[in-house]
């Protein structure tokens, strides 16, 4: 089996300004080689959280670019990393995962309760949608994210995840409890549910694939209800970096965030502290695991195949 290439982003939990709080990893575990693209040291953002604005999150590709969110604005680099441009817009907080569909770009905005979209051609963002709930039904508020009167501030659902496909948009959080799905009428359906606590969920095969990160595992569960669990990667105490840090300010051990389907048969699945690790479906057993730090603090975030030569 020829192992892949991916590139990996990360936020470091409780950092402080002055410090490094994230960065860009390519890690090719077919030739067992890391190298750090981007060490993020960006003081201007807000530090007042665990979080909150630090570290890089969600990857993209298009047109031979890569686009890469932060807390509050989505970057633009070429495969050498250099920059080429980047975007702001009042309505984008607290960004997680993003997905692109064609030429359009959607960003979870979780301080918004909300998703953005990104046109790659025209480099505006185009509309946004809130997303409530009215007792048991779900609902979906389409604005103009380019002018004032949009979505209050709100996180009560944590909306972390989007991924976009042939059969819509498809979203969820650590307190949704459900994979949901976008129609193009703008109403949100309910797919499946889902735990709480969640990161990452996305359909897979004929079921639904996340990352159960309450219960340090990535879980693959199948339309009929049956499933594989795959457990997180741990390390002994006294391995572990800024073990006595407050907890409520950090990253914990195991905790899983960040998933990447390599093939019908291969994941990988990012925890922390930093650590990759490639999962194989069938023989139900981890193949290979990469640590990129031992800083407990440091978490993975986004994750995908590295798609240049």
């Known amino acids: 089996m020829e192992l892949p290439k991916l590139i990996a982003t990360s936020v470091v939990r409780g950092s402080e300004k002055g410090q490094s709080h994230g960065g860009v ?50 970057f633009c680099y070429n495969s050498k990393f250099e920059l080429l441009g980047s975007y702001k817009n009042e309505y984008l907080k607290h960004c997680h995962e993003i997905s692109r569909k064609d030429h359009l770009l959607f960003l979870t905005s979780t301080g918004y309760e909300s998703l953005l979209v990104f046109n790659l051609k025209t480099n505006k963002f185009i509309w946004g949608l809130y997303i409530s709930k009215n007792g048991d039904q779900w609902v979906g508020q389409r604005f103009d994210p380019m002018i004032s009167g949009g979505p209050p501030f709100i996180n009560n659902y944590h909306i972390n995840m989007v991924s976009v496909n042939e059969s819509g948009v498809y979203i969820s959080g650590l307190n949704t409890k459900a994979l949901l799905r976008l129609k193009s009428d703008m ?5 499946c549910s889902l735990p709480q606590g969640i990161h990452n969920a996305q359909l897979f095969g004929d079921g639904v694939i996340f990352n159960d990160t309450q219960s340090d595992v990535v879980r693959v569960v199948s339309s009929s209800g049956t499933s594989k669990v795959f457990q997180v990667p741990s390390y002994k105490e006294d391995l572990i970096e800024y073990n006595n840090v407050d907890d409520s300010k950090i990253a914990r051990q195991a905790f899983g965030r960040g998933l990447c389907i390599i093939s019908p048969t291969l994941i990988a699945a990012g925890s922390s502290p930093s650590t990759i690790s490639l999962f194989d479906l069938e023989k139900h057993e981890r193949v290979a695991t990469v640590s990129l730090t031992m800083d407990v603090r440091n978490a993975i975030h986004g994750l995908e195949v590295w798609p240049f030569k």
């Open 25 to 74: 990893f390519l890690i090719d575990f077919q030739e067992t080689s890391t190298s750090q693209c981007l060490d993020w040291n960006d003081g201007s953002i807000d530090f007042t959280g665990r979080g909150w604005d630090r570290g890089l999150r969600g990857i993209e590709f298009f047109d031979e670019k890569i686009w890469i969110a932060a807390s509050d604005e989505l």
């Open 187 to 191: 109403s949100i359906s309910t797919v």
